[in-house]
């Protein structure tokens, strides 16, 4: 009796183990920096994803002050499909994100913030979506917006929906991939990488980049993430006037994009 117990203790340790993919179908990229309060609630969060033995989460520590690799390491243990690397300096977050999609071995692709949660089937439905479309490139939902950190989906005391609008250039105004998107891999192929000389809208200007060369997106109906307002976060930080610098200037850029739609319209 006391061997079977020892046997189903055993097959339960190497479970994680033996049901993760060899090849991943889906790159999770995650910029690490100073996140010791988000990371526990972030690992635990993402590895519950339904089809997270699909994917590979890869998590680049940007020379984090924090000790935020303790805590990966310990879920690196259980969990095989994780890779990390710690950086010497901090090039900046789309730098990070353009390394992790350089290491990236899956055909679709999504970033996860430390800060964020998740609905537990996002990317098993982000994906089927994609998969049953092969003429979109890049998919998005609606969110939860919080202003309490670490709360899960399942248990949030949201303050309201965010809601978006179906996928059009005019409508691309209001950044419709927002903070959880999935795209293609071959997606940067087409319309490079993200641009690393932006320190806070370098993914708006990644997507305005591609819509503005024929890409296009598609919403998927329902609610799946969490977003945290992080009054620290890169883009919630009202007291930072480089973050507005950037946006105006990017928005004045592709400013012909959101007049396009209407004035084609009118014709």
């Known amino acids: 009796m006391k061997i079977l117990r020892h046997l189903i203790l055993c097959c339960a340790l190497i479970a994680p183990y033996t049901s993760i993919a060899q090849s991943p179908v889906i790159s999770i990229i995650t910029s690490v920096y100073n996140g010791d309060e988000f990371i526990e609630g972030f690992m635990r969060d993402i590895t519950q994803q339904t089809i997270f033995n699909q994917c590979e989460l890869i998590m680049i520590n940007a020379n984090s002050s924090g000790n935020e690799e303790a805590v990966i390491k310990h879920y690196m243990a259980i969990y095989p499909n994780i890779t990390y690397r710690k950086l010497n300096k901090d090039p900046g977050i789309y730098s990070v994100w353009n390394m992790a999609i350089d290491m990236a071995q899956g055909e679709f692709l999504t970033n996860a913030n430390l800060d964020d949660r998740l609905r537990f089937d996002c990317y098993e439905n982000h ?3 994609l998969q049953e479309n092969p003429d979109i490139d890049l998919v998005y939902s ?3 917006f919080t202003r309490y950190p670490n709360e899960t989906f399942a248990s949030t005391r949201y303050s309201f929906v965010h809601t ?5 250039k005019k409508n691309m105004e209001e950044c419709l991939p927002n903070n959880h998107p999935m795209w293609r891999k071959s ?8 641009d690393g000389t932006y320190k806070h809208v370098g993914d708006y200007e990644m997507w305005l ?3 503005a060369q024929g890409t296009r997106f598609k919403k998927v109906q329902g609610v799946y993430g969490l977003y945290y307002y992080n009054p620290k976060g890169l883009s919630s930080n009202s007291s930072n006037p480089l973050l507005d610098k950037e946006d ?3 928005r004045k850029k592709y400013s012909y994009l959101f007049t ?3 004035e084609n319209t009118k014709n």
């Open 187 to 194: 997606f940067h192929q087409k319309y490079g990488l993200f």
């Open 142 to 144: 609606d969110f939860y």
């Open 209 to 211: 980049r591609a819509v």
């Open 248 to 250: 105006s200037a990017l």
């Open 260 to 262: 396009e739609y209407t």
């Open 164 to 168: 978006f609008a179906e996928f059009s």
């Open 127 to 129: 994906l089927k979506t």
